[in-house]
Every structure is written in C-alpha cells, then in structure tokens.
T-cell receptor
Framework: AQSVTQLGSHVSVSEGALVLLRCNYS??????LFWYVQYPNQGLQLLLK??????LVKGINGFEAEFKKSETSFHLTKPSAHMSDAAEYFC???????????FGAGTILRVKS | KAGVTQTPRYLIKTRGQQVTLSCSPI?????VSWYQQTPGQGLQFLFE???????NKGNFPGRFSGRQFSNSRSEMNVSTLELGDSALYLC??????????FGSGTQLSVL
C-alpha cells in the first residue's frame, strides 16, 4: 500500500528565508508524486507533480521539489519565503492513474515578517 | 473557464439524517473524485467516477455513495449521518488523470 509521511506538522520561517518541507513516500510501484497547497477555507491547488523523467521538478510560485528514489523522498523547497506562502502544504502519492491520491498529514507553513 | 463548483458551501444536519452534495466539474473533464478532510484523519479518498462509472473506491462504509451524470456532474450521498461524518468534502475533476482541480468544498457539520 502506498503511504506518505510529512515530517513536521508546523514549520515556521522568516520572510526571505529558505522553505524546506519534507516528504517521504512508500510505494510498491513507480510513484506519481504531488505537492498541493491549501489556503484557509479553500480547496487544494496543485503546486507541482513528478511522474517520470527529470528528478528536479519546478512548480508554480517559485517552488520546486526533488525526487530521490534512493531516499524515497520528495522534499519541497523555495529559496525565499514570502508572506503569501503561508498555508498548509500536502504531499501526495498515487499509482499510475493519478486519480486516487494518498495524502500526507499536511504541514502548516508560517512565514514571519 | 469556470473552476470546479461545489454546492452547498456549508451544511448543517443532525444525526440519522441523510445528505446530498453536488459537484460540477470543469467543462470537458470526465473524471470526478471525492475526498473527505477531517482534522483527525486528514484527506482521505472516497471514490472516483469516470463517464458515469465508479472507477475507484476508498475504504468508507456503504453509507457513502456517489453517482455521476451524463454531463459529468457528480453527487455524493451520505445516509444515516454520524457525528464523525462532520468534515470538509472536496470534489476534484480532471481531464487526463494526472492533474486534479479541486473545488472549495462543502463543509458538513453533523449535530
């Protein structure tokens, strides 16, 4: 069965600092991996996805993630945090069809001014 | 292009009642998925419909059901509501299956 572990339920960074949100996955098949963001009282928005090919994936709003098969990790980074990045972030894994996502517990990102 | 529309936005029901939630996907999207989000269990997959057929199902009791119409609009129904069914129910649509577009959800409170 597929599963996702997000390390740290809350992460706090200063504005302009590096953002690093950690995600480890477990999958018996080559995974599809996703990062979603959820702002208060809203649905989820796709930040980026990894299917096959290049292991460094660039997404929207300056975010990127690196797929490391040897470490079964898919950490999300952004070089410089902005106040508008404050939200909850979810890592997710799916099998090939991509429609049945297994989500991590989420990480709430706080950005301090 | 309009996004995924879920109605109603908020719903209050009492235990034992049933409820129907509606989801209109993005035009042209034939796949609709439903997720339940709670503080305790997080985001959990309920089911997915494609061209009016249930293609995937999560681990929820039979009280949770859904359907999809020929215009791709979908409804989910929860019968005999329990307090633990209080949650944000999210609908997502997709065209290719690799990218889901989520609605803002229906917040269901069971009293």
């Amino acid at each position: 069965a597929q599963s996702v572990t997000q390390l740290g339920s809350h992460v706090s960074v200063s504005e302009g600092a590096l953002v690093l949100l950690r995600c480890n996955y477990s999958s018996s098949v080559p995974p599809y991996l996703f990062w979603y963001v959820q702002y208060p009282n809203q649905g989820l928005q796709l930040l980026l996805k990894y299917t096959t090919g290049a292991t460094l994936v660039k997404g929207i709003n300056g975010f990127e993630a690196e797929f490391k098969k040897s470490e079964t990790s898919f950490h999300l980074t952004k070089p410089s945090a902005h106040m508008s990045d404050a939200a909850e972030y979810f890592c997710a894994v799916s099998d090939a069809d991509g429609n049945k996502l297994v989500f991590g517990a989420g990480t709430i990102l706080r950005v301090k001014s | 292009k309009a996004g995924v529309t879920q109605t109603p936005r908020y719903l209050i029901k009492t235990r034992g009642q049933q409820v129907t939630l509606s989801c209109s996907p993005i035009s042209g999207h034939r796949s609709v998925s439903w997720y339940q989000q709670t503080p305790g269990q997080g985001l959990q997959f309920l089911f997915e419909y494609f061209s009016e057929t249930q293609r995937n199902k999560g681990n929820f009791p039979g009280r949770f059901s859904g359907r999809q119409f020929s215009n791709s609009r979908s409804e989910m129904n929860v019968s005999t509501l329990e307090l633990g069914d209080s949650a944000l129910y999210l609908c997502a649509s997709s065209f290719t299956g690799e990218k889901l577009f989520f609605g803002s959800g229906t917040q269901l409170s069971v009293l």
